[in-house]
Nanobody, 122 residues
Framework: QVHLVESGGGSVQAGESLRLSCAVS????????LAWFRQAPGKERERVAN???????GYAGYVKGRFTISQDNGKNTLFLQMNSLKPEETAMYYC????????????????WGQGTQVTVSS
């Protein structure tokens, strides 16, 4: 089993930056896909960014150029650097893992963190 624990959420002003962290524990060898999702009240959950075991990354179009997903060298922490935050990006942010994926495009995320709240005010 893989356990994920998010941290780093909080309240910021529009235009400010925030860095989210996700502590990853359990067996994470071979192929995997790690991703950040977000869900705002009354809206569907959406994938924000993902990274695979090779270091390849992908982003939703609305965050590309502003957000960066990365891992530490030991691969036990997942990060999401969020710059130039907008009020409409207020949401609960989750990290998720697929440990048997053939690629992030076709991942099924079996493991989820509890979420961390991000609030962006004008």
């Amino acid at each position: 089993q893989v356990h994920l624990v998010e941290s780093g959420g909080g309240s910021v002003q529009a235009g400010e930056s925030l860095r989210l962290s996700c502590a990853v524990s359990g067996y994470m060898s071979g192929r995997y896909c790690l991703a950040w999702f977000r869900q705002a009240p009354g809206k569907e959950r959406e994938r924000v960014a993902n990274i695979n075991n090779y270091g390849g990354t992908g982003y939703a179009g609305y965050v590309k150029g502003r957000f960066t997903i990365s891992q530490d060298n030991g691969k036990n922490t997942l990060f999401l650097q969020m710059n130039s935050l907008k009020p409409e990006e207020t949401a609960m942010y989750y990290c998720a893992a697929d440990t048997s994926s053939g690629g992030c495009l076709t991942s099924y995320f079996s493991f989820w963190g509890q979420g961390t709240q991000v609030t962006v005010s004008s």
